[in-house]
């Protein structure tokens, strides 16, 4: 590869007590590591909080995976915070989902997510990442028990990639007053 490796914030979306978010963000971080063209930063909204470095961490990146839980058919208030204390360092950057939950497996969470991502000028990926059951879809060590999760997380990341280089182009030319 002879682009330097793409900037991949990894965001923790929940902060409830025993949330399950973590396992979830452990396994797709170690799926990105496998990669050579992808740094990773997992970005914990219980350690970081939307004014402890949040923005300058989604800044930083330039592609986001959301790993997120449904609560009442959406995605936890929180990450709707920190969503809201930030604004153009989302501008012109994929975005993709690992979602986890019930039944729905975190989707409907995704679908009210992608709106509001669209507002602030990010292009949310098509391909998600979704564990229905969630709690009983991964084993004692934290990995998926179905191997379909491992070719999800690379369609995702084959995704974010193409769209990170792309984007981050398109952003170089344009602050270099380059028609787009």
Do not use: C, Q
Not at 50 to 74: C, L, Q, W
Not at 88 to 111: H, I, M
Not at 120 to 125: E, F, R, S, T
């Amino acid at each position: 590869m002879t682009e330097d490796p793409i900037p991949l914030a990894v965001v923790i979306g929940s902060v409830r007590e025993g949330r399950f978010g973590p396992v979830v963000a452990a396994w797709f971080a170690d799926r990105a590591r496998r990669r050579p063209d992808v740094a990773v930063d997992v970005v914990d909204l219980l350690e970081t909080g939307p004014d402890a470095g949040f923005a300058e961490r989604i800044g930083a990146a330039d592609a986001v995976v959301i790993v997120t839980p449904e609560y009442n058919h959406s995605f936890p208030g929180p990450l709707k915070t920190a969503l809201d204390a930030t604004g153009g360092e989302w501008r012109d950057k994929p975005v993709g989902f690992v979602a986890y939950g019930g039944l729905s497996g975190g989707l409907r969470a995704v679908e009210h997510l992608r709106p509001v991502l669209a507002e602030l000028h990010a292009v949310g990926l098509r391909d998600t990442v979704s564990f229905h059951g969630a709690a009983g879809a991964f084993d004692a060590t934290g990995r998926p028990r179905e191997e379909v999760a491992d070719a999800a997380a690379t369609v995702l990341l084959d995704a974010l990639a193409w769209w990170a280089r792309t984007l981050r182009r398109a952003r170089l030319e344009h602050a270099a007053g380059s028609p787009t």
